[in-house]
């Protein structure tokens, strides 16, 4: 019993291991922006759940919250930005009032 339990976390940790690299290579092979984005997030998920697995919970918490969910977030809204076209600056540009009309 105590080897195929064995043999099912090897079976386990190499499903995760190719996992891993299947989805590193459709993030750095996306044209498509977004699904980058949504790729590089599921791959932190993944990650966190191998740190998990090599009894690193410290590592993995920090995976899954800074790796996954911030920087995510972080590109989320920068794809938003550039697809809009938008900068800071034009936003301060359309606040201030016009020096012809009061």
Do not use: Y
Request: glycine share 8%; net charge negative; with cysteine.
């Amino acid at each position: 019993m105590e080897s195929l339990l064995n043999l099912n976390l090897i079976v386990f940790d190499g499903l995760l291991a190719f996992g891993l690299l299947v989805l590193a290579w459709a993030l750095l092979g996306s044209p498509d922006l977004f699904k980058a984005i949504v790729l590089f997030i599921s791959f932190g998920l993944i990650m966190s759940l191998a740190w998990v697995r090599l009894n690193a919970v410290d590592i993995a918490l920090a995976e899954a919250a800074i790796g996954a969910g911030l920087t995510g977030a972080l590109f989320l809204s920068t794809l938003s930005r550039i697809q809009h076209g938008s900068r800071k600056d034009d936003f301060k540009e359309d606040c201030r009032p016009s020096s012809g009309e009061e």
